[in-house]
T-cell receptor, first 114, second 116 residues
Framework: SQQGEEDPQALSIQEGENATMNCSYK?????LQWYRQNSGRGLVHLIL?????REKHSGRLRVTLDTSKKSSSLLITASRAADTASYFC??????????????FGKGMKLTVNP | KAGVTQTPRYLIKTRGQQVTLSCSPI?????VSWYQQTPGQGLQFLFE???????NKGNFPGRFSGRQFSNSRSEMNVSTLELGDSALYLC???????????????FGPGTRLTVT
């Protein structure tokens, strides 16, 4: 079942602009992660934010989490052509036995034009 | 540390054949998860292995199977291939998936499988 959904599904911006992506999810979570995927490659972990955190920074990335609205946003500031990729939010689903599996959204394609 | 490696990177098979994909996790990682990625369905969880035991399984038919060896390397097998099995197959490793603190997954580059 789809847990997280990114919005918008695609975004095209100019280099230097900021890009904001949103993720909404359905059930209560204890953490949320963002990943990036360059075309046809594996995913790269960007940031993990826990449910007791409201905001987290990593370089040009800023992630917020609003558990009351069941939503998260990823902001990339001063975008570069190299940021062109698909971005996914991932939320944990607790399974029988106490382990978690990650459920990914369908992703958002960001194009940064030079 | 070396990253997650997957072999082969590209594969072309015909319908009805079977295929085995391999994944070597990061040294020290005991959990290996497999995902199927297609344009229509996105990233779908296949299964997870931890210490040679399948711990979680997604909603895929029995044609999809896997195993993990004592050195944590994992293989997945798809028997009786169908056209719809064409996809990018990704494996990811992590130290653990237990506990609720969240864990980062490290992905391999994937195996692109084309079924004709």
């Amino acid at each position: 079942s789809q847990q997280g959904e990114e919005d918008p599904q695609a975004l095209s911006i100019q280099e230097g602009e900021n890009a904001t992506m949103n993720c909404s999810y359905k059930t209560s979570i204890n953490n949320l992660q963002w990943y990036r995927q360059n075309s046809g490659r594996g995913l790269v972990h960007l940031i993990l934010i826990r449910s007791n955190e409201r905001e987290k920074h990593s370089g040009r990335l800023r992630v917020t989490l609003d558990t009351s609205k069941k939503s998260s946003s990823l902001l990339i500031t001063a975008s570069r052509a190299a940021d062109t990729a698909s971005y996914f939010c991932a939320t944990p689903l607790l399974t029988q036995g106490g382990s978690e599996k990650l459920v990914f959204g369908k992703g958002m394609k960001l194009t940064v034009n030079p | 540390k070396a990253g997650v490696t997957q072999t082969p990177r590209y594969l072309i098979k015909t319908r009805g054949q079977q295929v085995t994909l391999s994944c070597s996790p990061i040294s020290g990682h005991r959990s290996v998860s497999w995902y199927q990625q297609t344009p229509g369905q996105g990233l779908q969880f296949l299964f997870e292995y931890f210490s040679e035991t399948q711990r979680n399984k997604g909603n895929f038919p029995g044609r999809f199977s896997g195993r993990q060896f004592s050195n944590s390397r994992s293989e997945m097998n798809v028997s009786t291939l169908e056209l719809g099995d064409s996809a990018l197959y990704l494996c990811a490793s992590s130290q653990t998936t237990r506990g609720r603190g969240g864990y980062e997954q490290y992905f391999g580059p994937g195996t692109r499988l084309t079924v004709t």
